[in-house]
C-alpha cells in the first residue's frame, strides 16, 4: 500500500503500477473477493471531459437512497473531482492518485479498494483517468465496465478508439442536450460499436437536463440486484 | 521500416515503439535532421474529438499556396482522418497505424518521416493519437508541440492533465462557437495553463465558422519563417 496523505478533507492515495504482475489473475482474485462481500464495481471509462463527474453526481443522488455507494477518483494529478463528488452527492469517496500513469491497473484498484473500504457498500464505482486508449487494456477486476462518448467527441471515435468499445459493457452517449450543435448520429454510433461489441447497451442521456439518467439508474439498480442475488 | 500497406488511395505504415531505444537522443537527431532540411515539424496533441482533423482541414486550406504542407495521422485504427484531410486539402497525407500503442515516439515519428518523404516540405504535422496523458511525455522531434483543448471539454483539464500543457508551447481552445452552451472561462483556462507554462500562447478558434483560424495561421507562418531563416 502506497503513502497516504490528508489534504483536506478529500484522502488521497498514490497508487502505483506493478510492472511484474500477472494483471489478469489479479482481477480475477479482486473480482471473486468483490463477489462475495456483494460489491458491485464499476470502471468507468472515457475521454477527457466526456463527463464522468457530471453524470455520476446526477447518477448517485438518484441511487444513494436505496444502494450504499462509494466512489475512487482516479487522476494524474488534483482532487477536483474527489471534492466535486463529496460536496455534490455526501457519498463515501476517495482520491486514487497514479503518479503519471495513465490508467488503472488491478493492483491498483485492489489499493484503492483498501483505502476506501469496501465493507457494507453495495455499489463501488471507480473513475478511471481519462483516456479512451490506455485504460481499455487492463482488468481492473470490475463486475462491469462502462464506457462514455460524449456528443462532441463524434460518432467516428468506435472506428479509432475500437477496444474501449468493445471491453464495455455499457455505453453512455453523454451530453444530448447538444445533438443539435454537434454532427453526430446515434445510430451511426451505435451500429459502429455493435460491429464491434453485439452485446452493448446504450443510454443516451444529458447530465445536465436529467434526460436518460433514469434508465441508466434502473439498469444499473437490475444488474446490482441480480449480482446480489447469486452471491 | 514495418512494411507498407495501400489501402485505397492512403497509404498505411505500422511503426512500431522501440522498448530499448533512447527516446531524447533519437529525438534529437530527428530534431536536426528536419532543421537541416527547413522542414518545420509540427506535433499536435487533444483528447479524442477535440477537433485535430477540422483544424487542420481549416488551417491547411490557408497555408498551402504559401508552403509545401506533408501530414501525418496517427492513430490505432482507421484510416478516416488521413482520408478526410487528403480529401480536403489534396496535400500529401499518410497514416500511422500504432499498433496499439497510446503515442507516437521519436523512432515512430522518424519512420513517418521516410514514409512521407519529407523533401521540399516547409510544414510537416503530426497528428498524434487522441490521447492528454501519454503523447505528452514522448519527444517526437518536432519543432513546436501543439495541443487542443476543445470547449466542451472544460477548462479544469489542466489541472487534471498537467504535463500535456507543460510541454505544449502553443494552445487552442478550439469549438469557441459552442461556449455559450459549456461551463468554460478562457481565462479560468489561460491561468491555469500559464502557472505550468509561462510561455504558452493561446488561440482561441472555430474551425467550424472559422473564428480565431487566421491567428493561428499567421503565428505558424511567422515560426515558420523564423525556423528557415537560422537553417
Same mark, same amino acid.
Given at each position: 500500500m502506497a503513502a497516504r496523505i490528508t489534504m483536506d478533507k478529500i484522502r488521497v492515495i498514490t497508487v502505483k503500477q506493478s510492472v511484474f504482475a500477472n494483471n489478469n489473475a489479479r482481477a480475477s482474485e479482486l473480482r471473486a473477493s468483490l463477489k462475495k462481500q456483494g460489491v458491485f464495481l464499476i470502471n468507468l471509462m472515457s475521454s477527457p471531459g466526456a463527463g464522468k463527474t457530471t453524470l455520476l453526481v446526477s447518477l448517485i443522488n438518484r441511487l444513494k437512497d436505496q444502494l450504499a455507494i462509494g466512489v475512487m477518483e482516479a487522476d494524474i494529478d488534483a482532487t477536483v473531482d474527489a471534492e466535486t463528488i463529496e460536496a455534490k452527492t455526501g457519498v463515501k469517496t476517495i482520491q486514487l492518485h497514479t503518479a503519471g500513469e495513465c490508467h488503472l491497473d488491478a493492483k491498483m484498484t485492489q489499493e484503492g479498494c483498501e483505502g476506501i473500504g469496501t465493507q457494507g457498500l453495495d455499489l463501488l464505482i471507480l473513475e478511471n483517468v481519462g483516456n479512451l $486508449?490506455?485504460?481499455?487494456?487492463?482488468?481492473?477486476?470490475?463486475? !462491469?465496465?462502462?464506457?462514455? !462518448?460524449?456528443?462532441?467527441?463524434?460518432?467516428?471515435?468506435?472506428?479509432?478508439?475500437?477496444?474501449? *468499445?468493445? $471491453?464495455?459493457?455499457?455505453? $453512455? *452517449?453523454?451530453?444530448?442536450?447538444?445533438?443539435? $450543435?454537434?454532427? *453526430?448520429?446515434?445510430?451511426?454510433?451505435?451500429?459502429?460499436?455493435l460491429k464491434l461489441n453485439p452485446k452493448a447497451v446504450f443510454f443516451p442521456l444529458s447530465a445536465k437536463t436529467g434526460e436518460g439518467v433514469e434508465a441508466l439508474a434502473a439498469y444499473l439498480v437490475k444488474q446490482i440486484k441480480a449480482y446480489q442475488s447469486t452471491k
Open positions: $486508449v490506455c485504460p481499455a487494456e487492463f482488468d481492473t477486476g470490475a463486475a !462491469l465496465n462502462m464506457a462514455i !462518448l460524449s456528443i462532441p467527441e463524434g460518432d467516428d471515435k468506435p472506428l479509432k478508439y475500437p477496444l474501449m *468499445f468493445k $471491453v464495455c459493457q455499457a455505453i $453512455v *452517449f453523454s451530453k444530448i442536450d447538444t445533438i443539435q $450543435v454537434f454532427d *453526430f448520429e446515434i445510430k451511426k454510433a451505435e451500429a459502429r460499436i
